[in-house]
């Protein structure tokens, strides 16, 4: 059995989804197993420090967190240490010879026909640990009572859960990422719903940011997965990774949903509330989640943050880079994938030297897709589209913070960029570029299989569009010298083709240089990104 160390990967996804960090690649193929066919102050501890003064009153936050992520857990008693999993090739129908006797003749009954058994193996183990050391005399010295010790300690100890099962749900989130980034890589079960919505509405077609606020939209989700809910039941290698002549089925109490809750939530309230009330209904249990991979830094949780996926998929040797947003769910079996084995136990030791213990809090996990079973992802479009968003205020690109470069600047995806941006003089940019304005902007979502990205202002008569595919930091600074003429720029090429993107920039307030009269700007011009 292959074990593997998980702990500083789960310190980059809880940085991810608590918004402490940006969405970044995954390399998901050392988490998710996909099967094998069978073939300092003082030198004193600090928390110890801030319990020696007798505080009046005290208030430990001690709230259990129940997690957001879809339950998959398998019970280790039920399901044992290593799967293995089994199917038949679907058997090919013959003659019949009972209508056509031949006197004279014998039938053959003995003809060994054998089922045709594919076999896969499950057998990695991700393992990680929380540890944790109490102390004896301090505490005891700084509680005034056996009551409030306990509570410390359930303190303590609820804050330890609440780390395992935030843990636990990304990992759960990590197996449902990599079988949807499967199913996108293979482009086997993908459902693309605005593209459909917008082929049949009669209407002019909306963009992904206007889908959740779209009351014909939700009521075609909502449709579209009832339709697909049915399809899966039958016998079928469409919504399946499967080898030829194999088959699967979902029945419907086997079928589970999955939703990012700003469709799920926009359904209800758009739909359960009005005359489509049954639509809703009808779609049965779901389960809701606020995320994909992460929520982005801030509190905007946009779109193309939390509808997003960046992984590199486990099981596959080629086109396994997956970078994409506007996943709407999962439509899949309940065999599709699973955390088998969950083992959480505790080891404890007392150091009689130093007067504390040691608690050790062990988890073992097997994560497990297994892609031949039905699996249907909704998408909002074809994934094409690199987002362009503002910058920080907080960051810094050429030695400015942005703050000094722009303010309240916000991007409409493939429609404007608004916001106003100051007068710079001063710095590596004005002696590289001349004194003006610069808008400071940073790059997401660009597909995996992309061969060029090349972003910048149209018209330009300077350095044009610049590449930033290998640019490690996505970024860069753009000097605007007139708003109302010019437009932003992103031009991606996958397979040969070209996908270009514009946004109006005539609702940028480009201020002036102060106490002087306006000056006509010098040519346009772009600026790779510089930390």
Known sequence: ???????????????????????????????????????????????????????????????????????????????????????????????????????????????????????????????????????????????????????????????????????????????????????????????????????????????????????????????????????????????GDLDDGYTTFTPGKFAHLVLLDVFSEAMKIYLQSDTYHDEMLKIGAYDMISNWQGTGTGAEYRLPDISGIDIKVSGLTTGSDVSRHGIIGILHDRDALGIINEDRRVEVARNSRGEYWNNFYKVDTREFNDVAENAIVFVLGGGIDVYALPMLPTETIWDYRVSELQSGVSVARNDAITGTLKYVSTGALPARWGAGNFLALKFKNIPGNATSCKVGLDPSQSSGLVEIIDDPDRNGTFKITDADTQKFVIETTINGSVYRQEYDLSGLVCEAAPNTEVEEAPAASSTRSKK
């Open 1 to 239: 059995m292959e074990v593997k160390q998980i702990h500083d990967f789960l310190s980059t996804v809880y940085g991810e989804v608590t918004g402490k960090t940006d969405v970044v690649k995954e390399d998901l193929s050392n988490i998710v197993d996909v099967g094998k066919e069978l073939l300092s102050q003082n030198n004193r501890e600090p928390y110890v420090n801030s319990l020696l003064n007798l505080i009046g009153r005290w208030v430990f936050v001690d709230r259990p967190y129940e997690g957001q992520a879809p339950n998959i857990l398998r019970d280790s008693w039920e399901w044992g240490s290593i799967m293995s999993k089994s199917r038949t090739k679907d058997l090919e129908p013959t003659s019949n010879p009972t209508w056509d006797l031949t006197p004279g003749e014998s039938v053959d009954q003995f003809v060994y026909n054998p089922p045709t058994v594919q076999t896969t193996l499950y057998n990695t183990m991700n393992t990680w640990e929380i540890d944790v050391s109490f102390v004896d005399r301090q505490l005891r010295q700084s509680m005034d009572s056996a009551a409030m010790l306990d509570s410390f300690l359930g303190m303590i100890q609820t804050q330890t859960t609440n780390t395992e099962v935030t843990y636990l749900d990304e990992l759960i989130m990590r197996c449902y990422n990599n079988l949807i980034g499967h199913r996108l890589a293979r482009n086997v079960g993908v459902v693309d719903v605005l593209a459909s919505y917008n082929a049949i509405s009669g209407k002019d077609p909306i963009t992904a940011e206007e889908a959740p606020y779209n009351v014909d939209f939700l009521r075609h989700l909502a449709f579209t997965i009832l339709i697909y809910k049915n399809r899966m039941r039958k016998k079928t290698q469409n919504f």
